[in-house]
């Protein structure tokens, strides 16, 4: 029973991480906390969705097309509304995020309705018996797919000239736009790979949970796997995604159901109070 609760816990555990990691992206180039994360994750969701519904595309093709449908929709939703607003205060382009996800979920509701949809099921719905633990092949694939996606960021950000870039402007952006790299596109490129993230994300958890246009939310629990690893890390927000999906569903167990619900911020203020700058965050000092 509790090796199965701790598989199921990292396979959603996975899913939190890679939200949580579309979160660090934009926080590492911008320093702004994209609050409409969630909703990118919805429609991808919706967008693979449709694809295979209403268009007949085989799930393959719909599952290679969404992220980069949701990759171009990341480079508009940069251009027109956050671009205008570099130089501001943070606090308004937070809030545009924040405008922006009610925005989204509203369009998702008028577009798809607010009805819970079922995803359609592309894996056998019969559960694959190991040593008398019985695991759900849908857990097998997200657990798969989640570590692919993170061996493909990898590779990305360590050899690829685009990756390099991007991890330079995040971490020095002077420098990085005095040795020719644009900061502007970076940013494009940044909200681009959220969105791309956010999406196969969407389509993962999809079959585990629900579809709906509310679904948005789930990205409420991921943002404490972000802080849990350190906002400043990627592999940090993969751990603290893996961390909060296991006690997650450990805490389902063996405290009162709504206990779960809230699971997530108590483990969080756990580990700001022993680690403010989470399990992988490292401390800044900046000059005055």
Known sequence: MI?????????????YGLIALGFVLIFKATEVINFAQGEMIMIGAFIAYS???????????????????????????????????????????????????????????????????????????????????????????????SLGLVILLFLFFKFTTLGISLQASAQNPLASLLMGISVKRVYSMTWAISAMVGAVA?????????????????GLKAFPAAVIGGFNSIPGAIVGGVIIGI??????????????????????????????????????????
Request: hydrophobic share 55%; glycine share 8%.
């Open 3 to 15: 090796i199965q609760q701790i598989i199921s816990g990292l396979a959603v555990g996975c899913v």
């Open 202 to 218: 969407g389509i993962i958890i999809s079959p585990i949970t629900f579809l709906s246009a509310n679904m948005g939310f789930i």
């Open 51 to 145: 694809l295979i519904t209403f268009f007949n595309v085989p799930f393959v093709f719909a599952f290679l097309l969404t992220p980069i449908i949701c990759g171009g929709i990341g480079i508009v939703l940069e251009r027109v509304l956050i671009r205008p607003l570099v130089g501001e205060p943070v606090v308004s382009i937070i809030m545009v995020t924040i405008g922006l996800a009610i925005t989204l979920r509203a369009f998702a509701g008028m577009i798809w309705s607010y009805d819970t949809l079922d995803f359609p099921h592309v894996f056998s719905e019969e559960a694959i018996k190991i040593s008398g633990i019985v695991i759900s092949p849908v857990d097998i694939w997200v657990i798969l797919v």
């Open 247 to 288: 006690s997650e569903n450990l805490a389902g167990i063996y405290l009162p159901l709504w206990f779960k619900d809230i699971f997530a911020y108590v483990v969080m203020m756990a580990v700001l109070m022993i680690r403010p700058e989470g399990i992988f965050g490292t401390h800044e000092q900046k000059k005055v």
